[in-house]
DNA sequence: AATGAATGAGACTTCATTCAT
DNA sequence: GATGAATGAAGTCTCATTCAT
């Protein structure tokens, strides 16, 4: 009897249970984007997923933690992103390259998930213990930030980078602008499109260039220096 | 509005009905900023207000009311602040760098009217008919962001900015590059400063630095333009 | 305006305001009789007392505020009578007699709110703050247990009771005993007057006379001592 | 219950059900005592006996159904401590001195037991079929209350117990004092000993001794009568 | 025999708003 | 003009229990 519970037989009930809380997190990730973190319903994601309401709540124990383990699902799968982006650079600069590029891509084509994060810094930035999200932060992508205040200071020393940038100061300056960028870029998603013709992450890409064309030397010699990666 | 207070000093009536307009708004602006927009109830508004419920209901027809009431003060009185500051500058460059200016400023000494802006944006982005508040913004700052694609246009002539600007689309994305930096370091607030030890408007000074950086137009002859005001 | 906020026209508010109160309160009262207190629910509380469930918010907190509120009178109205009923009695034992039939008076007459303070002690006796309840007592009956203390010691000196007791433990005992025979009696009522044939009253009231006999001083010279006040 | 121990040992599947059985009804009482009959969900129980809640609902038909069990437990074993102790003494007053000792004891050391039996009285007092009761006291104790009529009826026929008691009223008004007391000091446990000082068992002791002396024939000519058994 | 999954049936509360005075 | 009272409409969560495997 005890016997009958070995990964063998468990699996059935393992993989039943995956997908459900798929069902239910695509659901509510769905529901979040269409409806607003705030105002989407546990009724109305139950609803949306298939399943009742009380059996939502043997999946998730509430609707706060419904968007903590999205967002570590976002995190998660940003973070492998952008590592791999950026293991294919050389430089500094192409490392930064990078970054803005998978962030405009997610601006391209994972909008509905940025504007998840924009409403978690909205509603959140309020309340939540800021441990929490480090130690997503940390579990994810070891380094976090630090590894971008290197990336600063590694440009000023390979000589993509001006030589007057505070490592510290200007990563976490530069950081919050193109996340800032980002994030409200997607809010604004349709409206600006209609309003200006041009896609949103068309807008992220010019702020990024500019604030790229910002970080990087100037040129001593008339040659421009290559800064794509 | 600026109707409104001409005709209050008409008739005592009028008078009185303005003050208990002004304790509502007040109220409702602090809670908004301390509650959070959402969060924050009729019922405190109320109480912190010194009105009751039901009254506040003959000054603003809901909730919303009294939202779009206070954005709209806001933003007259940013629209005011930053056009002064702009009059002093007399190169495109100039009155970029004003601008950006009193953006930091606000996030220094008017973080939570920032905050407030943020929240409208994160809460209202989904649903406010656009054109409500491009009817506000055109009450107010008449021109608006086609101003500022003049700026740019007017910088690339007179060779304060790069010359392989596009106006239209730079504008664009250098203003929602700051503006988002702006209020995303608002609502981070104490949390950052906390963990970096920077007042989070130095960050956005710095961010603006780099993008006036990658604005500026490149000096021809070794002689660095002098690009403040 | 803010004179019309005076006494005189707060009356009609404030009686209409108490009228309403009660009814919630008599309500609740017999439904947690009937239903018991805890199966009781917000529901059934707030049909009977014919106004709707959200109305009850605006006059109590919670179910447990109406709890503590009908507690509260109840302890009120027993102190009062209490107190009268000793009043009239000269010898400590007398004091004691007089009690004692205030408690069987409760066991026949107000079966129903001993039988609330039975559950309130069985369901409260858990969790609630001790403080709380003689915060109440202590408001209520000044002195409260502390006056029976000395009704035991006023009994030894005046030879109506027994030389034998501690005035302290005995006290606490008897009042225990009585107060435990009462509740449990109001409890089992019905049920067991339908088994034996007896009011419960009577068979506090038997107890009582045991327990009196208990404490009573030991007659030295074969007459035996009046007891009744 | 003894039956079905007999039955267990025929076959190894019994034994099995028997400790299954037994870890539900151990966590259950635990948990009955420590947060409350009635707060004491099947969740909790289930994980504290080790088993999954649908398996409990094949050794109980329902949560009932455990307290229902308990209670016969608690009762049986009650009933056989209660014999033996009365078994030794001779004099009714004895048996009656022998009984109440047994209490104090429960009182001291079962106190959790006797916590149970309160809180099945307050809870059950209003519902259970009073037949039900009556069925286990007939099934356990044989004779039941009608014993201990008997015994007030031979103590005033062996000159133990005052002449001028009412076999029927007396017994039924005492031994529900005592049950009331017991019940009551168990539930106000610490809350008592905190406040006085004084274990609860004492004073349940001072209070039987009071209804004992209450209940004892007077003593005819000076010396006095030994009533302890 | 054991159990994972599912769920019906509520429970309590909150809040913006209306309306009669 | 001010306000007390009332409330509809939700919303979140809990729990004992059933059922298929």
Redesign the interface.
């Known amino acids: 009897m005890a016997k009958r519970n070995t990964e063998a037989n468990r699996h059935p009930y393992e993989a039943h249970r995956e997908r459900q809380r798929r069902r239910i997190l695509e659901a509510a990730e769905r529901l979040f984007d269409e409806?607003?973190m705030?105002r989407a319903t546990m009724a109305e994601i139950t609803a949306a997923s298939g399943v009742r309401a009380s059996t939502v709540y043997q999946y998730f124990s509430n609707k706060d933690a419904i968007v903590w383990e999205i967002l570590e699902g976002v995190f998660a799968e940003a973070a492998a992103r952008i590592k791999a982006a950026m293991e294919g650079a050389e430089t500094a600069l192409g490392k930064i390259t990078a970054l803005v590029d998978v962030m405009a891509e997610d601006l391209a084509r994972r909008r509905a998930t940025v504007r998840f994060m924009?409403?978690f810094?909205?509603?959140y930035?309020?309340e939540w213990p800021?441990e929490r999200l480090i130690a997503i932060e940390a579990r994810i992508s070891k380094g976090g930030f630090a590894q971008f205040r290197k990336l600063i200071r590694d440009g000023v020393a390979d000589g993509s980078l001006?030589s007057d940038l505070?490592a510290?100061?200007?990563m976490?300056?530069?950081m919050?602008?193109?996340?800032?960028?980002?994030?409200?870029?997607a809010?604004?998603g349709d409206?600006?499109e209609?309003?200006?013709g041009?896609p949103v992450d068309?807008?992220?890409?010019?702020?990024s260039?500019?604030?790229?064309?910002?970080?990087r030397a100037?040129k001593k010699d008339g040659k421009r220096r290559k800064w794509k990666a």
Chains 1, 2, 3, 4 share one sequence.
């Open positions: 409806r607003g705030d924009a409403q810094d909205a509603m930035a309020r800021a001006r505070d510290d100061v200007t976490h300056a530069v919050n602008a193109l996340i800032g960028a980002q994030r409200r870029l809010m604004l409206r600006v209609k309003q200006y041009k068309a807008l992220f890409r010019e702020a260039r500019v604030i790229l064309l910002g970080l100037e």
